[in-house]
Every structure is written in structure tokens, then in C-alpha cells.
């Protein structure tokens, strides 16, 4: 069993920054993949920025430029730096890990953490 501890999220106004960290604890093994989803009320849960091993990095459109991930020597936490938030990043942020073991893939969620961005 894997647990995801995630911490950072709180209130902040329009143009600040927040840093949100994740660690994964329960497992032998280094989640392959790594990286933070969002929802927002009445949205669907999007993808906001990912990490792999192999230092491939994703994110999502409306982010770039603003936000940056970033994993541990360990590769077992997960860190997003944001930064020129707007009212429109706010969301509950989740952590999400997938890890390969015994041949297949094995995808966990943290509880989330609320980010909310005040005009």
C-alpha cells in the first residue's frame, strides 16, 4: 500500500505564489510517474504537470511559464512551485504517483489540498 502525504496548498492573492510538496511513502519502489492534478468545483479533475524518471515533463497549457515541477534525489516526492496565481488555479490539488510493480501499473491518489487565489 502506498500512501501520498501532500502539504502547501492555503490562500493567497492574485500574483502569489505557492509551493505544494508530495511525498510517497509504502513502497520499495520509486513511482515511475509522478505529478499534480487539479478540480476545480463543478470542473473535471485535469492534469496540471507530471514528472517521470527519465525527467520528462508535462504540463498543462494555461500553466506553463507559471508553474514548475520538480521531483527529489529519492524520486519518491513531488514538489510543484506556482507562481503569478490567478483566481482561476483555484482548486483542491491532488498528488498522484504511479508505480510499476509486478508487471504492472499502479496509480495513487493523495486526499488533496485546497489552493484558493483571492482577486
Known amino acids: 500500500q502506498v500512501q501520498l502525504a501532500e502539504s502547501g496548498g492555503g490562500l493567497v492573492q492574485a500574483g502569489g505564489s505557492l509551493r505544494l510538496s508530495c511525498a510517497a511513502s509504502g513502497s520499495v519502489d520509486s513511482p515511475i510517474l509522478m505529478g499534480w492534478y487539479r478540480q476545480a468545483p463543478g470542473k473535471e479533475r485535469e492534469l496540471v504537470a507530471h514528472e517521470s524518471t527519465s525527467d520528462v515533463i508535462d504540463y498543462l497549457n494555461t500553466v506553463k511559464g507559471r508553474f514548475s515541477i520538480s521531483r527529489g534525489n529519492a524520486k519518491n516526492t513531488v514538489y510543484l512551485q506556482m507562481t503569478s496565481l490567478t483566481p482561476e488555479d483555484t482548486a483542491v490539488y491532488f498528488c498522484?504517483?504511479?508505480?510499476?510493480?509486478?508487471?504492472?501499473?499502479?496509480?495513487?491518489w493523495g486526499q488533496g489540498t485546497q489552493v484558493t487565489v483571492s482577486s
Open positions: 498522484n504517483a504511479v508505480i510499476l510493480s509486478s508487471g504492472r501499473k499502479w496509480e495513487y
